[in-house]
């Protein structure tokens, strides 16, 4: 069965440095979302890509992070600049186009921000 | 925006007792509810959805009930078992935007 994947399983970084988590979204989906969860609560929503544009973004989604699509099959999120509280779990999911709206998340990028 | 509330947070069954895990919503627009498992260290799981259109879907042991009127919607499970054991999320949303998700119920089934 196709699967979102994503890498690293775990990243380390310092306060102020750029990271790049990757995802590599079920082949033939063509909506990409990143979510975080922050330890202990609840998964929230960070942005939406389709046709190689951010279709939606909430208030965390702020000038330090950007999403692209670099290739036909890797979907990524950049923090530019970390901070203590960007810590978190950080998932990808991939939606398929016609055949519903369903969500299939990956086994997420744990960030952890010294 | 749109804003999901479940509860409870800790549910301790028997196995083979049901469990029961509700939600409600408060955009009257939102369409789509997923259910999500998560276990330790993974991603959440689709285990079942619902659309707006639609009062209830079964699915083997999980059954979810939609009452749009009401703006709620829950999660059965029948015939639990330790492997149930896990942390489930409710979600809603208004066809593909962004989820918003409930704060989780935290399943433990003793053996």
């Known amino acids: 069965e196709p699967e979102v994947t994503q890498t690293p399983s775990h990243q380390v970084t310092q306060m102020g440095q750029e990271v790049i988590l990757r995802c590599v979204p079920i082949s033939n989906h063509l909506y990409f979302y990143w979510y975080r969860q922050i330890l202990g609560q609840k998964v929230e929503f960070l942005v939406s890509f389709y046709n190689n544009e951010i279709s939606e973004k909430s208030e965390i989604f702020d000038d330090q992070f950007s999403v692209e699509r670099p290739d036909g099959s890797n979907f990524t999120l950049k923090i530019r600049s970390t901070k203590l509280e960007d810590s978190a779990m950080y998932f990808c999911?991939?939606?398929?186009?016609?055949?519903?709206?369903?969500?299939?998340f990956g086994p997420g990028t744990r960030l952890t921000v010294t | 925006g749109e804003n999901v509330e479940q509860h409870p947070s800790t549910l301790s069954v028997q196995e083979g007792d049901s469990a029961v895990i509700k939600c409600t919503y408060s955009d009257s627009a939102s369409n789509y509810f997923p259910w999500y498992k998560q276990e330790l260290g993974k991603g959440p799981q689709l285990i079942i959805d619902i659309r707006s259109n639609v009062g209830e879907k079964k699915d083997q042991r999980i059954a979810v009930t939609l009452n749009k009127t009401a703006k709620h919607f829950s999660l059965h499970i029948t015939e639990t078992q330790p492997e149930d054991s896990a942390v489930y999320f409710c979600a809603a949303s208004l066809g593909r935007r962004a989820l918003t998700f409930g704060s989780g119920t935290r399943l433990q089934v003793q053996p």
């Open positions: 999911a991939s939606s398929p186009w016609l055949e519903g709206n369903e969500q299939y």
